[in-house]
């Protein structure tokens, strides 16, 4: 069984920075793990995700100003946000698939940090 924990969410200006961690108990080296958000009243739209070897992928509202990385020794999934637009406020949740396969459906969820951003 997978559990993730997420971490780093907050508040910051537009322009600002955060690194939201996911702390995942259980197996996750040869899973794909994702970041997804959800904003109110829109629906949860997958942010980036990693393979377990490292080929991301990223929406296009956020290439290019968003990181994903993982720590496969310590089982973290890290997503760093720089260039924070208000439109990036959302509830931000950690997932792993239970594949290596990164376009398919996700099988553990993290409880998800608020991530908000003033303009």
């Known amino acids: 069984q997978v559990q993730l924990v997420e971490s780093g969410g907050g508040s910051v200006q537009a322009g600002g920075s955060l690194r939201l961690s996911c702390a995942a108990s259980?197996?996750?080296?040869?899973?794909?793990m994702g970041w997804f958000r959800q904003a109110p009243g829109k629906e949860r739209e997958r942010v980036a995700s990693i393979g377990p070897y490292g080929d991301s992928y990223y929406t296009d509202s956020v290439r290019g100003r968003f990181t994903v990385s993982r720590d496969n020794g310590k089982n973290i999934l890290y997503l760093q946000m720089n260039s924070l637009k208000p439109e990036d406020t959302a509830m931000y949740y950690c997932a792993a698939a239970s594949t290596p396969r990164c376009f398919g459906g996700y099988s553990y969820w993290g409880q998800g940090t608020q991530v908000t951003v003033s303009s």
């Open positions: 259980g197996y996750t080296n040869l899973y794909c």
